[in-house]
């Protein structure tokens, strides 16, 4: 197969989230770049993936969890209960010792890790950074207004990069425009069959509660990702669930 010359960037306009989720697979069957994975999870199998892509999303709240047909001998990717259960895991600082951080985290109890020679054994020191970036973002548009482009949320920070496995939502970015609360996301990787709709819906929680906190309507998410993609062990349910035939590219 030749390389192409240029990426080929991909814009999905979906009504839910039900609708993005199925239009992205549609999409990435026919458009997606198949690779082996050099380093990451899963490293040795291979993975379907767009070169870039756009998922704006209009009426998110309307449908927040994907319809699997009647019939369908495939499973659900997640559910509400999933959903609200990831909703406390972002709205919280709490993790296990396990964890080198967790989104809730990074958005409401932020820690700088440093590491210190303690009687020569290697420690890390974890160091709270005082900042609760979800109710710093409702203050700035409750004390301030609407006219500003600083109410931004990151979760990646420089240090992550010598993680095993550092964060996939980098930033949350928010709007509020024409009387609604907006988000603009940024995954640097991004699974598609699972990962996607979990996120989203929990996302999508989250701006419900700022937008009623700051006195608001809910609006969009505009999310975008250079590595939104389906492992192999979901590219014959994500043919299954769009109905469409294998393209040949994912023949084995």
């Known amino acids: 197969m030749p390389e192409k010359e240029f990426l080929e960037p991909i814009f999905i306009d979906a009504f839910d989230l039900d609708d993005a989720w199925f239009q992205s697979l549609s999409s990435i069957l026919e458009k997606g770049h198949v690779y082996t994975i050099t380093r990451g999870s899963y490293e040795g199998q291979k993975r379907l993936e767009f070169d870039f892509v756009v998922v704006r999303v209009k009426k998110p709240g309307h449908q927040i969890i994907p319809l699997i047909p009647e019939g369908m001998s495939i499973p659900a990717p ?7 259960g990831y909703l406390n895991y972002l709205l919280t600082g709490t993790k296990t010792e396990t964890e080198d951080y967790t989104y809730g985290e990074r958005l409401v109890e932020p820690k700088a890790r440093v590491k210190e ?5 290697e420690m890390v020191k974890e160091m709270p950074l005082n900042t609760n970036q979800i ?12 006219g500003t482009n600083q109410a931004i949320m990151e979760i990646g ?23 609604k609360l907006h988000f603009i996301l940024y995954f640097r990787s991004w699974d598609l069959w699972g990962g996607f709709p979990s996120n989203l819906g929990g996302l999508q929680l989250v701006k419900q509660y700022m937008a009623q906190e700051i006195g608001v309507e809910d609006g969009e998410i505009i999310a975008t990702s250079k590595g939104l993609h389906l492992y192999e062990y979901s590219w014959e349910l994500a043919k299954i669930r769009t109905n469409k035939p294998r393209p040949s590219s994912l023949k084995s």
């Open 157 to 179: 920070m420089p240090s992550d990069i010598k993680l095993a496995d550092p964060p996939c939502l980098r930033i949350i970015d928010t709007r509020v425009r024409y009387g």
């Open 117 to 121: 020679n303690i009687n020569g054994k």
């Open 78 to 84: 997640t559910d509400m209960d999933y959903i609200q």
């Open 135 to 146: 109710e710093e973002v409702i203050k700035i548009y409750k004390e301030k207004g609407f």
